[in-house]
């Protein structure tokens, strides 16, 4: 089992752009799907997009970051980004990513209380100002 920790949170204008990694432990990255979430103050955590295992050729975007989110992973380094950029207010939260070898277990893992990801990270912090 993978081990996860985020980094790159912090305080941003809107419509700045920031860069969120999340670093896995072990040596089967490669073989989880990665997703990421947040959770804003006082709400649900919510789902955010997922890419797939492997060379991570499938993603799959919320509506609400769609256009201006973007997830990529590097196998070599174990990591996977959430790149965001035209930042909103409203994209404040806590960043979480969460690994599974099943895709479907992320892209569900908010709305069926029965698929929960295999690992999640811990969280990092987004405060976009207005």
């Known amino acids: 089992q993978v081990q996860l920790v985020e980094s790159g949170g912090g305080l941003v204008q809107a419509g700045g752009s920031l860069r969120l990694s999340c670093a896995a432990s072990?040596?089967?990255?490669?073989?989880?799907?990665m997703g990421w979430f947040r959770q804003a103050p006082g709400k649900e955590r919510e789902f955010v997009g997922v890419?797939?295992?492997?060379?991570?050729?499938?993603?799959l975007y919320a509506d609400s970051v769609k256009g201006r989110f973007t997830i990529s992973r590097d196998n070599d380094k174990n990591t996977v980004y959430l790149h965001m950029n035209g930042l909103k207010p409203e994209d404040t939260a806590v960043y979480y990513c969460?690994?599974?070898?099943?895709?479907?277990?992320?892209?569900?893992?908010?709305?069926?209380?029965?698929?929960?990801?295999?690992?999640w990270g811990q969280g990092t912090l987004v405060t976009v100002s207005s």
């Open positions: 969460a690994a599974d070898p099943i895709l479907h277990n992320l892209v569900v893992a908010t709305t069926d209380k029965n698929s929960a990801p295999e690992v």
């Open positions: 072990g040596r089967t990255f490669s073989r989880y799907a």
């Open positions: 890419i797939s295992r492997g060379s991570g050729g499938s993603t």
